[in-house]
């Protein structure tokens, strides 16, 4: 029997193995770049974005889906806040992007930054653990925020809800419907035609009283109301209201010489009363002066009388004569001077008042002109204004609106570009019952342009608290209470429901049918409009 160990065979087994070793081990290093390469081969490319696009945010699953006008064209795991900081819910759009953004408040890395709220919340890049972990934005992976960031632009629609609900194709009467296309080159001509319009025109064209219809004036009466009409006479508005504001400037300016001379006109019969002020100073004190010498005299008289009685020689008599001639001579002398001083006074009085009346009549000339000047400086003024809203209109009219019907205030807020451009009244079937919040967003178009197709999503719910009770054993101590949410009695919080219920103006959803276009959205809520709401945000609504 054998029992010794044949080291050749040893040997060939080892270098077998060893070859194997390496064999996998390059199989090994291999099998990870193979399957990346793979996976990126096999990795469906997202589709090119068509239409408005809507974030769907959902706490409950920790996704983000996107849609665009044909349904969900991608989707990712998200962090939103934890507890503590709960993310809000509600209707948002995004107001900033940043590729490189740095938190003011925690220093940490935000990369793809776009937020949502001017207070803090913003999607963008973050480690996700598979649960709510945020400070209270919703983080996002990597790739897919960088996706996202070049997908999106300022204005997005972002829906952040603890619901299932997804955007799907929505039809309903009550929508409202844009203006007809029209045809441009027919209305060519119409920058040429003459403005003439009265309230009747300008409730059409507006579908608003003049107490709301800030904007714009009426189409001229026989022109027919379509997008390109509309357009074609927003041009001829603002070149008109050009050619107002240069006529009123020249009114403006000739109002402001004619004040200018007036007031000088003014300052210059004001300083010729003042000039005999002097004069009539001297004059009173002249006549002071002759009454006091005048009572002198007549003191120095009664002296004498009382003298001369007991008067009895000649001599004393003829000297007593001479003396009283000269008291009378004194007396008569300044009784001539108060005649001259009165005499003075009056004429110096007349010409007073001619000056006084010159004044008054200056006065009142001046006056007119000065309120010929505030009223061309008023028109001025408004007309201006009036320029700057209608170029402003204009350069946003191709921007969709957003529409905020609100339960809570039974208000309707319309803005356009971030600036609000209608408040008004609307009211509410059965208010008391709860409504829910629902977007309703214009996806495009119809091929003939006369009508829009619409997505809905409803975005929360209200609901209410109801307690149950439930018993741990058999013992009655241990019996507990929890709270059940419940959807209250009442009209089912739907997309169709909520617009049933809704009644605008004809009015307001007459001057709507001018700016409705794709891309534009009708949120109908509970709420009343968030004070996330500022100078540069859409309208917002928050649910929680």
Known sequence: MQTGVDYRFVNVI???????????????????????????????????????????????????????????????????????????????????????HYSNLYGSAMPNMQRITWS???????????????????????????????????????IVTYGNDTPRSFAHAKLLKPLPPGDP??????????IKHNSATTN??????????????????????????????????ISALEEKIEGIKDWHKKASVKLKTANHELRQT????????????????????????????????RDFMLRVSAVGDSEAINKAALEEEALEANALRHLKEIDLALSDRETLDGLQQERRAAIEKAKTRRDILQDRFATARTALAEARTRLKASKEAYQRREQPITILMSKRTNKLYVRQGYDPILQADITFENPEAPIGTHVFQAI???RDGTELRWQAVTAARKFNKRSVSRRRGKSRRSKKRKQ????????????????????????IAAYLAE??????????????????????????????
């Open 120 to 158: 803090g919340i913003a999607l963008h890049a973050g480690p996700l653990p598979g649960y709510p972990a945020s400070h209270g934005c919703i983080r996002l992976p990597y790739s897919f925020s960088k996706r996202l960031f070049s997908m999106t632009d300022v204005g997005t629609r972002v």
């Open 515 to 544: 700016h409705i276009k794709p891309g534009s959205a009708i949120i109908i809520t509970d709420e009343r409009k968030s004070n996330e709401t500022g100078k540069y945000t859409d309208l917002i609504v928050t649910t929680r």
């Open 270 to 301: 004001i300083k010729a009363e003042r000039e005999l002020q002097p004069e009539a100073r001297s004059i009173n004190q002249r006549l002071r002066a002759s009454e006091a010498a005048l009572s002198a005299a007549q003191r120095s008289f």
């Open 204 to 237: 059409m064209l507006l579908g608003v009283t003049p107490a709301n219809a800030k904007e714009h004036v009426g189409l001229p009466v026989g022109v027919e109301r379509t997008r390109a009409s509309v357009e074609a006479y927003r041009l001829r508005e």
């Open 484 to 507: 059940r949410l419940v959807l209250p009695p009442g009209p089912a919080q739907t997309p169709e429901n909520a617009l049933g219920r809704v009644t605008v103006p004809e009015e």
């Open 444 to 446: 495009e178009y119809s």
């Open 185 to 194: 080159k027919k209305y060519a001509t119409l920058g040429s035609t003459p």
């Open 14 to 100: 080892s270098a077998f193995g060893l070859a194997f070793a390496i064999c996998a081990t390059a199989t090994l290093v291999a099998l990870p770049a193979e399957a990346a390469k793979r996976s990126r081969k096999s990795a469906k490319p997202v589709p090119k974005a068509q239409g408005p696009l809507t974030l769907m945010v959902s706490l409950k699953r920790q996704r983000v889906d996107v849609y665009d006008k044909n349904g969900k064209i991608t989707s990712a795991p998200i962090s939103s806040g934890r507890r503590g900081n709960r993310t809000p819910t509600g209707v948002f759009s995004i107001l900033q992007k940043r590729r490189r």
